[in-house]
């Protein structure tokens, strides 16, 4: 009995340790979640307006072609940029977003037989990718909360240069997408081309179908007298349509990855910030529990040391 007691006592102390880790690995979860939040609502507005000035002028790719509006006419090879956390403890954010690229490229490669390479954001996913064997061309690093654009340009620039020379016919982001605090969603978004949609998203259960609004071309050449600018797809080009969409449309596209790496930030430290709090909750009841048995074999051990005396005494009378 006295090493029972000896041995909760000993589990109560170790939990109470583990509890004091992750109360603080949870007030500091908190703190970078805010900040991360801030920065996610901040930039959405943004990041949605660019999308739909993509989405629109892809729409008018035949009145001024350009590399990165053009569809493929077939698509042989796919770019997946997958965006992970750099550290577990935080529930199923990183097996969420890994699963669901896994199934990316099992589809692509068993469904339309083509191969996927990843360009991955994060040491969890690299660390998953490289133990399931998928194609790994290059790793970035990732902080712990991206505040500049600059932090995700190299990526960006690499995807895109890369589909410009034409090593990938279509380039897509999964990444977790912030809800709440309490609600992160793993969602795919192809990048490139901007005017495709991909057929994966028929395929994932319970995705929301895309819906694509149809703009109409305003004519506007009858007010137009200036032959240094282009109109079309309802935008006013000046100098020229070439020399804006050759600066303005990759800048957009690396818009989307910023913003969805914002996005993951914020899930992240929301379910780390989840996850720890659930822990110290849990400890907490452990704690209660085994204090409660601790309290109650102490008493079971007084009791029958009483008894014992109580014996002791009557056969020595």
Same mark, same amino acid.
Request: aromatic share 6%.
């Given at each position: 009995?006295?090493?029972?007691?000896?041995?909760?006592?000993?589990?109560?102390?170790?939990?109470?340790?583990?509890? #004091?880790?992750?109360?603080?690995?949870?007030?500091?979860?908190?703190?970078?979640?805010?900040?991360?939040?801030?920065?996610?609502?901040?930039?959405?507005?943004?990041?949605?307006?660019?999308?739909?000035?993509?989405?629109?002028?892809?729409?008018?790719?035949?009145?001024?072609?350009?590399?990165?509006?053009?569809?493929?006419?077939?698509?042989?090879?796919?770019? @997946?940029?997958?965006?992970?956390?750099?550290?577990? @403890?935080?529930?199923?954010?990183?097996?969420?977003?890994?699963?669901?690229?896994?199934?990316?490229?099992?589809?692509?490669?068993?469904?339309?037989?083509?191969?996927?390479?990843?360009?991955?954001?994060?040491? #969890?996913?690299?660390?998953?990718?490289?133990? @399931?064997?998928?194609?790994?061309?290059?790793?970035?690093? #990732?902080?712990?909360?991206?505040?500049?654009?600059?932090?995700?340009?190299? @990526?960006?620039?690499?995807?895109?240069?890369?589909?410009?020379?034409?090593?990938?016919?279509?380039?897509?982001?999964?990444?977790?997408?912030?809800?709440?605090?309490?609600?992160?969603?793993?969602?795919?978004?192809?990048?490139?081309?901007?005017?495709?949609?991909?057929?994966?998203?028929?395929?994932?259960?319970?995705?929301?179908?895309?819906?694509?609004?149809?703009?109409?071309?305003?004519?506007?050449?009858?007010?137009?007298?200036?032959?240094?600018?282009?109109?079309?797809?309802?935008?006013?080009?000046?100098?020229?349509?070439?020399?804006?969409?050759?600066?303005?449309?990759?800048?957009?596209?690396?818009?989307?990855?910023?913003?969805?790496?914002?996005?993951?930030?914020?899930?992240?430290?929301?379910?780390?910030?989840?996850?720890? #709090?659930?822990?110290?909750?849990?400890?907490?009841?452990?704690?209660?529990?085994?204090?409660?048995?601790?309290?109650?074999?102490?008493?079971?051990?007084?009791?029958?040391?009483?008894?014992?005396?109580?014996?002791?005494?009557?056969?020595?009378?």
């Amino acid at each position: 009995m006295p090493g029972e007691i000896r041995e909760i006592k000993k589990r109560i102390k170790s939990i109470k340790s583990t509890r #004091k880790i992750t109360r603080a690995m949870e007030m500091v979860a908190a703190a970078k979640m805010r900040k991360a939040i801030n920065n996610v609502l901040s930039t959405r507005p943004y990041a949605m307006m660019a999308w739909d000035i993509l989405r629109r002028l892809s729409k008018f790719y035949h009145h001024h072609p350009h590399p990165l509006l053009e569809e493929r006419e077939e698509i042989k090879r796919v770019g @997946l940029i997958l965006i992970t956390s750099n550290r577990g @403890l935080s529930g199923s954010f990183n097996s969420n977003v890994i699963n669901l690229a896994a199934d990316y490229i099992a589809f692509h490669k068993e469904k339309i037989e083509i191969e996927a390479d990843l360009v991955l954001m994060g040491r #969890k996913g690299a660390e998953a990718m490289v133990k @399931l064997g998928h194609t790994v061309v290059a790793e970035f690093d #990732k902080v712990d909360v991206t505040t500049r654009i600059h932090e995700v340009r190299p @990526l960006a620039r690499l995807i895109i240069d890369e589909y410009l020379k034409g090593t990938y016919d279509k380039i897509s982001i999964i990444y977790t997408d912030f809800i709440s605090t309490i609600l992160q969603r793993p969602r795919v978004k192809q990048l490139l081309p901007i005017s495709g949609e991909d057929p994966y998203l028929g395929h994932i259960k319970g995705e929301e179908e895309i819906k694509m609004e149809v703009y109409e071309e305003k004519d506007l050449n009858n007010n137009n007298n200036n032959n240094n600018k282009d109109i079309y797809g309802g935008y006013l080009f000046e100098p020229s349509a070439q020399e804006v969409l050759d600066d303005l449309l990759p800048r957009l596209i690396e818009i989307q990855i910023y913003q969805a790496v914002l996005e993951s930030d914020a899930s992240e430290h929301s379910a780390r910030m989840v996850a720890m #709090k659930n822990a110290t909750d849990a400890a907490g009841e452990m704690i209660y529990d085994l204090t409660l048995s601790y309290n109650q074999a102490r008493q079971s051990a007084i009791t029958q040391e009483i008894a014992e005396i109580a014996a002791a005494k009557t056969a020595l009378e």
